[in-house]
Each structure stands twice: as structure tokens, then as C-alpha cells.
């Protein structure tokens, strides 16, 4: 068969992490993720943050150049952690980072990345297989790029079921049906048949965040997830994402350039600016009241964008399920 990317390492799954259909992990507690802890509370703490990136350096032996100038923040279950900065700040390098996919020449020269609780230095290629997908999964910029065009859509997922959590045939089908209804994608049992030529942008983004929640990860990381989508598809699969969070207790690490993106679903958002964390703290407070410059000159930049829109209103909306007008409804099944 022709290889599947989403088997491949990041949008999978490993055996025995599945839970049943229905139910959900309870609420977590929320605290702000970029608060340091104290001492004394670190280690309980370190048990109960899904993820916890510590002073990060990240270095370019080919240019010998240090890219990434120390990150910390951490993530607790149901919490959502916004990542911001321009072109070129290093926010997909800190993820990549996290994920264990450095591009050739790049490497972690110092700090720490733990993944519930387990420190991520170390770990073998067939360690980070089991954890991408069981405990921590990604979704990139350009869904189709991540699918065999020549397999239906729900097959793909359905393969990702079998190979990552041991499911059967006819078991993998109808968790996969599920998933695409999870995602919110209307006739789920029709788009399962469906090629990638067939989908809109909006639909592909779904499918692969319904590939990469198959395995019931803990950690979702959503680089660049809504930027190629138009800008109703993009809140839609936004407040997808809140839900997630919500129902599941789901950790989300939200990368954009776009603060309205960020305002929408995150409690706490980091500004990257060439490699360096500039500010950090509650969402609101950062995009209301911005204390460093250059946080001040993206929040400008951004006004024109309706990022007040999404400041005064987006909380209160964000569990507004309106999934039934949207491009599932409109452009899925042809
Ligand atoms: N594979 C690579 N090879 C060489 N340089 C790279 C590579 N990936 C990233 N870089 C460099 O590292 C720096 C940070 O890149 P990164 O991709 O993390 O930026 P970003 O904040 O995600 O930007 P964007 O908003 O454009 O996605 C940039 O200067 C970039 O040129
Ligand atoms: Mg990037």
C-alpha cells in the first residue's frame, strides 16, 4: 500500500489508548500556563502539566547560528496556549522541537521539553513513534499534502486506527465514521468514501485533526491549522478546536501569526520575536493592555483584522456549536 504520512509519526496513534466513544476526560483545573511555579509545587505540578518547555535553545549548526533563545511555558489538561510572533520568530521550530522533527542541523542545545512528565532528551525513534499520536499530535498548514490522494479520506483515518490503536477492520470504519461526525463534518458515513479532490480546504483541515485526535492524544499542536482556510471555515474549525479542548480536556499549543486566531481560543499567549519570548501571559491581558513595543506594533498591525471582534465576543462564542452552516454543509458532498 502506498505509505500513509499520517502513520508516519505525527498525526497517529499507539495501542491501547483508545476510550470508548462518549466518554470524556473530566475537566481539568485551569491555572495560567506561563506563571512560573513555585519550587516547592514543581514536582506535583510536573505531574500534572501535559507538557512543560523549560528556557529551550534551539541551534542551527549549519549557520551556527542559536535560532531559538530560551521558551518556557507549560500546559496543563484543557489548557490552550497561544504562540504568536512574525515570520522567521522560530514558533514552528519550537514546535518541531517539541514533537521531536528538528529540520537536519537544527538541535535542542539547552533547557528541557517534558512531555507528561517524561523528559523528552533521550528518547529512541521507536519512543517517539508510541508517543506522537498517543500523547502528543500535531496539525500543519496544508491538510492535503498530509493525505494519499489515491485512498479515500475515512480509510486513511481507519488506518491510522489499526496501525496505532490495534483496532480491526470493521472496529477502525466505525470509529473513523465517528471521528468525522466529531469533527463536524455532516454524512459522515458519505465522506468516509470521499477522495481528497472532493473536500474543500475547510473539510481536509477536519479530517486530519480527526486523524490526529484518533488516538486520544493529550497534547494537539495546531501550526498555521486555520491560516490557508477563508475566514469563516478558519473560526469554524477554531471553535472545533475550543470544543475539543472543552469536552476532552484536550491541551492545544495554537501557533499563528494572527492574534485574532490566538484571541479566539487561547488562555495565555507567548510573543515570539526573533527567537525570543518578549511577552508573555493571560491572552486578554497581553492583546488589551500590551507592555512590550513590538507586542504593541502586532496588536496594531492586527486591528484592521477585527481582532476586537474576537476579544469582545469570541469567549462567549466559542462553544457556540454552528457547525450546521458551515462548508461541511455547504461544498462537502458533491
Ligand atoms: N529547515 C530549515 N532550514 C534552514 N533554516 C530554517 C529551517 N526551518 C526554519 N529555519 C529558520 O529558522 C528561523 C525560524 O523559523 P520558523 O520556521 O520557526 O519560523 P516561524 O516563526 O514558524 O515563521 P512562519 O510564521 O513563517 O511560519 C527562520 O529564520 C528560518 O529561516
Ligand atoms: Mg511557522
Redesign the pocket.
Known amino acids: 500500500m502506498t505509505p500513509n504520512r499520517l502513520t508516519g509519526g505525527l498525526a497517529v496513534a499507539a495501542p491501547g489508548t483508545e476510550r470508548p466513544a462518549g466518554t470524556e476526560r473530566p475537566p481539568a483545573p485551569r491555572r495560567p500556563v506561563t506563571t512560573p511555579v513555585e519550587p516547592t509545587e514543581a514536582s506535583a505540578q510536573a505531574v500534572r502539566d501535559v507538557l512543560a518547555v523549560r528556557d529551550v535553545r534551539i541551534r ?1 549548526a ?2 551556527d547560528r542559536e ?2 533563545h530560551g521558551v518556557s511555558f507549560t500546559l496543563a489538561p484543557g489548557q490552550a496556549v497561544g504562540i504568536v ?12 522541537a517539541v514533537l521531536g522533527i528538528l ?4 538541535a535542542v542545545t539547552a533547557g528541557s521539553i517534558e512531555i507528561t512528565g517524561r523528559d523528552i532528551a533521550g528518547l529512541t525513534p521507536a519512543q517517539w513513534t508510541e508517543l506522537r499520536g498517543s500523547t502528543i499530535s500535531a496539525v500543519f498548514q496544508d491538510p492535503a499534502s498530509y493525505l494519499n490522494p489515491s485512498l479515500s479520506v475515512g480509510s486513511q483515518i481507519a488506518e491510522v486506527l489499526r496501525v496505532k490503536a490495534g483496532l480491526r477492520r470493521r472496529a477502525a470504519r466505525r470509529r473513523a465514521v465517528e471521528l468525522l461526525a466529531a469533527v463536524r463534518l455532516r454524512e459522515p458515513e458519505l465522506v468516509y468514501d470521499q477522495y481528497t479532490y472532493e473536500l474543500s480546504g475547510g473539510m481536509l483541515q477536519r479530517i486530519l485533526i480527526a486523524a490526529a485526535i484518533a488516538a486520544d492524544p493529550q497534547v494537539l499542536i495546531a ?2 491549522a486555520t491560516t490557508a482556510l477563508d475566514v469563516t471555515v478558519q473560526a469554524e474549525v477554531l471553535d472545533l478546536l475550543a470544543d475539543l479542548r472543552e469536552r476532552t480536556g484536550l491541551a492545544l499549543v495554537v ?1 499563528s ?1 494572527d492574534l485574532a486566531v490566538v484571541a479566539q481560543v487561547c488562555d495565555e499567549v507567548l510573543v ?1 520575536r526573533d ?1 525570543e519570548v518578549v511577552e508573555s501571559g493571560p491572552t486578554e491581558r497581553v492583546l488589551h493592555e500590551p507592555s512590550h513595543p513590538y507586542t504593541r506594533m502586532l496588536v496594531r498591525e492586527h486591528e484592521q483584522y477585527g481582532l476586537e471582534r474576537f476579544l469582545d465576543a469570541g469567549k462567549d462564542d466559542a462553544g457556540k456549536d454552528d457547525a450546521g452552516k458551515d462548508d461541511g454543509g455547504k461544498d462537502d458532498v458533491r
Not at 510572533?85 to 518541531?96: N, Y
Not at 529540520?103 to 537544527?106: A, G, K
Open positions: 542551527d549549519a549557520s535560532i531559538v510572533g512574525e515570520s522567521g520568530s522560530g514558533k514552528t521550530l519550537t514546535c518541531r529540520p537536519e542541523h537544527f501550526d498555521e501557533v501569526h515570539l527567537g
